[in-house]
Nanobody, 121 residues
């Protein structure tokens, strides 16, 4: 079992920054991909950024150059301890519930409970 707990959401003005964190626990050595998704009311959850076990990032076009995904490695090379999303130059369109995601061998997809990000003046 893998458990994901997000934190770091909140209210920020346009142009501001937030850093989301996702603490990972459980069967972390089976995880081969992690990422952040976001969802607004009435819409499907959409990809924001992902990172594979080798540390290679992938970003949705609208956040490139503004968001940075990173991870803390556990003591083993391909382990996971935490996942972060540094969000700079935030725009009102970034307002959403942000979810941490993990793809784990033998477990499939795992999701956190979500954290609200609101960008408003």
């Amino acid at each position: 079992q893998v458990n994901l707990v997000e934190s770091g959401g909140g209210l920020v003005q346009p142009g501001g920054s937030l850093r989301l964190s996702c603490e990972v626990s459980g069967s972390i050595l089976g995880i081969y991909l992690m990422g952040w998704y976001r969802q607004t009311p009435g819409n499907q959850r959409e990809l924001v950024a992902t990172m594979n076990a080798s540390g290679n990032p992938n970003y949705e076009d609208s956040v490139k150059g503004r968001f940075t995904i990173s991870k803390d490695a556990a003591f083993r090379d391909n382990g996971w301890k935490a996942l972060y999303l540094q969000m700079n130059n935030l725009e009102p369109e970034d307002t959403a519930v942000y979810y941490c995601y993990a793809a784990a061998a033998g477990l499939g997809s795992v999701w956190g409970q979500g954290t609200q990000v609101t960008v408003s003046s």
